[in-house]
């Protein structure tokens, strides 16, 4: 799928609202977001809950797992409630993560979790707050959807510790920085707050001392 937005634009008006931003877009480019293209919110939140505190190697064969429990390894929210506690458990699933993606499930069935459609129609902060009713999503979950799978432009997931750490270096904090000082900063990135992330991600992988030029 195509960006939602231009790569150029973005980076020239960040560049401009922010100096030493700039010196992070100038070496690492334009920024290559764009949507994944979303079908049903169920599969990539219940992803989500099953990777939450593992390493990745271990949370891909948990998953492996529990989709073999599925025809054609689709895992659906009807057939998840229906599959016994014992056998979610027996393929490696913790008892906070069963409940929590059996609450995904009946959250899905019920409507608290929208469809695709309806979730293009929501604001950030409506999916944040409708989505967090989910037991096990977190609003740093919810921010990850909305950057990668919708594709929002907006986005400034302040609780990310790849972003804490990109902003206490690029802008050279003695402490970590609070999600408030990092939001508080970010009002100059609007409406590329997504897209400011993605640079901050990119921090530790650039020369600070080298001097800004054009991305493009």
Not at 44 to 55: D, E, G, M, P
Not at 70 to 79: M, S
Request: aromatic content about 6%.
């Amino acid at each position: 799928m195509k960006p939602s937005f231009d790569p150029v634009v973005a980076a020239k008006l960040l560049a401009d609202a922010d100096e030493r931003l700039a010196l992070v877009i100038a070496q690492a480019g334009l920024c290559p977001l764009k949507p994944k293209g979303l079908g049903s919110l169920f599969p990539v939140l219940f992803r989500a809950i099953v990777y939450q505190q593992l390493n990745g190697k271990a949370a891909s064969k948990i998953l492996a797992r529990v989709k073999a429990l599925f025809p054609k390894e689709r895992v659906e929210p009807g057939a998840l409630l229906a599959i016994p506690e014992d056998a979610l458990r027996a393929a490696g699933l913790s008892r906070n993560k069963l409940a929590s993606i059996r609450d995904l499930a009946a959250k899905t069935l019920d409507g608290t979790v929208p469809t695709p459609a309806a979730a293009r129609k929501m604001s950030n902060d409506e999916l944040v707050d409708r989505l967090t009713e989910v037991r096990g999503i977190g609003p740093w979950t919810v921010h990850m959807l909305l950057i990668f799978d919708l594709g929002r432009t907006d986005v400034m997931p302040s609780g990310d510790y790849g972003v804490r750490m990109g902003f206490k270096k690029l802008y050279k904090k003695r402490k970590e920085p609070s999600p408030a000082q990092i939001e508080l900063h970010a009002s100059r990135w609007r409406p590329y707050r997504s897209i400011a992330a993605w640079y901050l991600w990119r921090v530790h992988e650039i020369d600070l001392s080298a001097k800004p030029s054009s991305p493009t």
